[in-house]
């Protein structure tokens, strides 16, 4: 399992977060540039005017490619801007800005999946989470995050339409203890607590009183 990235909350300008997302579909938009009508034959245009066409490769599409995905999940945390604090909002950024870093990026590594990503923030945001927990993304793209506390701990992969799957490790006096599970994120709150390891994410939820 891909090691998690731990989130760090320094100081983040939203508003530099903000227009990068708000400019996306501009500077996509704006990679390759099509013909008017008519279509390329060679030098020839049948049809319409000869438009030049700019095809990325290597470094540079994958540049394009981290920023495109850097900005649809900053969209998309903007759309539920009103159900998070400030620091979660913060701590996502950094998050996403760290897993999707092309500075940083391996040949394992993988763009993170939307609609995974969609079922991670419904999590935070059903559970009440005041802090975002350290995350990472899977081979496919999921969201992966974890807990720890107490000596159990909680690895949670977040997958495409509001499914997730969870692996719960604790101790007991027949020794160590595992718990494996899959579901809606609305029932993960539910299953944590029936298999006492809520300890785990008390920590990050003290915030809500």
């Not at 909350?9 to 977060?17: E, F, Q, T």
């Not at 700019?54 to 759309?79: D, Y």
């Not at 990026?105 to 991670?120: H, N, Y």
């Not at 899977?138 to 506390?149: E, F, I, M, Q, S």
Request: charged residues 20%.
């Amino acid at each position: 399992m891909p090691e998690l990235v731990p989130i760090r909350s320094g100081a983040v300008n939203p508003a530099r977060y903000w227009s990068d997302a708000s400019a996306v579909v501009d500077t996509i938009g704006s990679i390759v540039e099509a013909p008017s009508q008519g279509r390329l034959e060679g030098n020839i245009t049948a049809g319409g005017e000869p438009k030049i066409f700019q095809v990325l490769t290597g470094a540079e599409a994958l540049e394009a490619n981290l920023f495109k995905n850097r900005a649809n999940l900053k969209l998309l945390t903007s759309k539920v801007a009103m159900h998070l604090l400030s620091e979660q909002r913060r701590s996502l950024f950094s998050g996403i800005d760290q897993l999707l870093d092309v500075a940083q990026w391996e040949d394992e590594s993988s763009e993170i999946d939307e609609k995974a990503f969609q079922s991670f923030l419904r999590f935070i945001i059903y559970a009440q989470l005041s802090r975002i927990p350290n995350i990472g993304v899977g081979p496919d793209g999921t969201v992966l995050a974890g807990w720890h506390g107490d000596g159990k701990s909680i690895h949670v992969e977040f997958l495409p339409a509001d499914q997730c799957t969870v692996l719960i490790r604790s101790h007991s006096d027949r020794g160590p203890e595992r718990f494996a599970w899959r579901g809606h994120v609305a029932r993960l709150q539910h299953v944590v607590a029936s298999n006492d390891a809520i300890e785990c994410l008390r920590d990050i939820q003290e915030h809500n009183g």
